[in-house]
Structures are given as C-alpha cells and as structure tokens.
Nanobody, 131 residues
Framework: QLQLVESGGGLVQPGGSLRLSCSAS????????IGWFRQGPGTEREGVAC????????RYADSAKGRFTISRDSAKNTVYLQMNSLKPEDTAVYYC????????????????????????WGQGTRVTVSS
C-alpha cells in the first residue's frame, strides 16, 4: 500500500524551528515530486514548498522563502521541511503529497485547486506557533 506519513509537528514559540518529516512506504520518493502544503484555521490549503523527482528543483511559496528548506534523504525514503524563524501565521496542519508537476515551473509554489493529480497525501501534522 502506498502511503505518506508526516511527523515532527508540535508547539513552538515564535522565532523557533521545527523539522517536519514525510516518510513514504510502498514506493520510492526518488521517483516522485513531493510537495508540502498547509491549511491553517479558517484558511484554504496553500502550497509551501516542493522538490521534483530529481531533487534538483525546489520551489517555495513567497511566505516560506528564506525561512523554510525542503530536502530529501533517499536512504531513509523521507522528505523534510526545515522551518526556521517561525511565525504565528505559520500555524497550520502541514501535509505532504506527491506532485508530478513541481519541476515544470520556476515560479513560487502554490496549491492548484484545479488539479486532481496530487495522488497521494499524508494525514498531516499540526504545527502551532505561539508564545
């Protein structure tokens, strides 16, 4: 069974850091583009960052640029999202999902509500940024 599992969320103070993990089972992440998304209280789902299947192309939402870094450990079949300088507005449930089109654009990353090809999603991990 193909599955993505996120972990690493929690409560952190403003200015703090967290590293989220997206681990895959049943398939190899090296063959898939992976996106990180989030949905905060009362907000729509938004894209945060993605990495294409080659690992050479990364894209970030404007809100994440300079603070978040996406990376991949092929040996662990895991994609990470390192989040630094966290702000209260980063509070959300964070999800990872496969995204076959991550590398097709160089613009800021976003969630395309018109697409139906984010085939596999994790269950999400909650991040709360609060003092």
């Amino acid at each position: 069974q193909l599955q993505l599992v996120e972990s690493g969320g929690g409560l952190v103070q403003p200015g703090g850091s967290l590293r989220l993990s997206c681990s895959a089972s049943g398939f190899t992440l090296d063959y898939y583009g992976i996106g990180w998304f989030r949905q905060g209280p009362g907000t729509e789902r938004e894209g945060v960052a993605c990495m294409d299947s080659s690992g050479l192309i990364t894209r970030y939402a404007d809100s994440a640029k300079g603070r978040f870094t996406i990376s991949r450990d092929s040996a662990k079949n895991t994609v990470y999202l390192q989040m630094n300088s966290l702000k209260p507005e980063d509070t959300a449930v964070y999800y990872c999902a496969t995204d076959p089109y991550c590398g097709y654009s160089r613009g800021s990353y976003y969630y395309d509500f018109g697409r139906e090809d984010y085939d596999y999603w994790g269950q999400g991990t909650r991040v709360t940024v609060s003092s």
